[in-house]
């Protein structure tokens, strides 16, 4: 039942033309990672580097790269992990009470790890500098670990029981660390590791942290899972590989996944932190440096014959794209129970995935009203911002299943245009002004500092949507290649944004009131204002990126005919969101072209990746 490593994985996929051998040799700076990422936007095979330049160890990339694949590597589990969520097994409560597993599917006999004295993990040792350095793009501080598996403990209560597996951002080298002997450890706000960090230095105790890289391909995807509070990634593991997870446990020291590839052993400096990045990230744009907490280095295992996997993230649909949509897969059923009353939440991948979230909640608190408005979806809306990393969202849309029951929350114009039929600007925007937001977003104030804002719309339609620009459109001076990006939505090219605060955009203000008391643009009810409407408006995922990774909602969103009454803002006419790069933006990710030329290379006749790219 499942892969009890990664080697299992790998003869298997091969056999069955899942996986290619790459034997030229390829350069991890920035090669190894242009070639993953052209290989899966094409949606092709896993690739297994067996020639890396400056190191031994063979790497493996777009092991997750489809849907397909990624389903046939957990083919033996997936069902059982669809009983239990059916039966709405609380895992938590299997590892508290043991007996109770006697009255569960078999598979939750795999949620406790077994401990044992040794593993092939421990065969080897090694030393950073003879890791892969992979670096992803030409503007990354030095090279990281892509696939992490960052497991820590409760200071206050040791114990696999209280454990965190995540996939935290690890850096290897550059910067100012000390190579060999120090690492950086990059984590977000609202992670389980930050619980552990946070006890260790209030109890002043050492903060021990272990890295893995690889293992069994269930311990790759739970790093990834937001799973609740209190719920060991590790259990999952067990539950999705479908076997125990055997787990090196040494008197005095954190333990080791038997079957792993890697591992790093190491304490958090409790006194310093040390300036972590540039890095590539999933918004499509560098996260910058800052200072992030430093893991002194102990030591570094490695099996015999260890692989190094690895993938790239960037602007979406990215490998991790992949994740997203099997964790909805997995455990989309549950957001009713997490969420009472909520029917479906979507995190919109091609968004950046924390800048937008839509949502379909049931409103009943007035059914007997013969005009609704939004009420009870409200209160799942502050439900959905305090739950998880659903909290970090940026704009939120809700709308009501009792209007369209039919409605697909992954048909995304489908869904736009229903909210924006029903939408009343005057009354359904609900900001916070001054809160936290993505660590890597950098739309708003400063790091992990932004805005929120909840649109929320329900009851009949309010307004016919226009697919067409009207022949009587003016543009006021700056303005001008009006582009319609979906039905109701139209973006507009705006002059250079110079201002890092939108509030007070002399060019915006001048935009908003040349419409007021005119009709040129009544009937759209969004506009957006960009660099490039061509292309913003080219296909919906360049329309969901600029619009909503570029702007952060209480300071740039603006309106025509705009008013604040008993502190609620909201406009008469339609919304305009200034999707401009600002200032203080982060830069977006550019392929080096000379790294590109060389994957060209490959993909002609007689390459290894010719067919494929």
Known sequence: MGYRNLQECVVELAEKGELIRIEAEVDPNLEAGAIQRRVYQAGGPALLFTRVAGCRFPLLGNLFGTMERTRFIFRDTLQDMERLVALKVNPLALLKEPLALARTPFAAL????????????????????????????????????????VYSESAVRPGIRHSNLGMYRVQLAGNEYRLNEEIGIHYQIHRGIGVHHAEALEAGKPFRVNIFVGGPPSLTVAAVMPLPEGMPELAFAGLLGGHRLEMVCRHGELPIPAEADFCITGTIDPEKTLPEGPFGDHLGYYSLAHDFPVLRVEQVWHRPDAIWPFTTVGRPPQED?????????????????????VKAVHAVDAAGVHPLLLAIGSERYVPYSREREPREILTMANAILGQGQLSLAKYLWICAREDVPELDIHDIPAFLRHMLERVDWRRDLHFQTRTTIDTLDYSGEGLNRGSKVVIAAVGEKRREIPTELPGDLRLPEKFTAPRICLPGILAVQGPPCTLSSGCDDADMTAFCDFYTGRSDLAAFPLLVIVDDSDFTARTLNNFLWVAFTRSNPASDIHGIGAATRC????????????????PHHAPPLVDDPAIEKRVDALSAAGGPLHGII
């Open 321 to 341: 794209t992949t994740f997203g949509a099997f964790i909805h897969e997995l455990t989309g059923d549950l957001i009713p129970q997490v969420l009472p009353g």
């Open 110 to 149: 795999h949620l406790l790890p077994k401990k044992v004295l040794t593993g092939p993990v421990l065969s080897r040792t090694a030393t950073i500098d003879q890791l892969p350095q992979l670096k992803s793009w030409p503007g990354d501080g030095g090279p990281f670990i892509t696939l992490p598996q």
């Open 567 to 582: 502190k609620h803002w909201g406009c008469e006419g339609p919304l305009v969101i200034d999707a401009r790069s600002k």
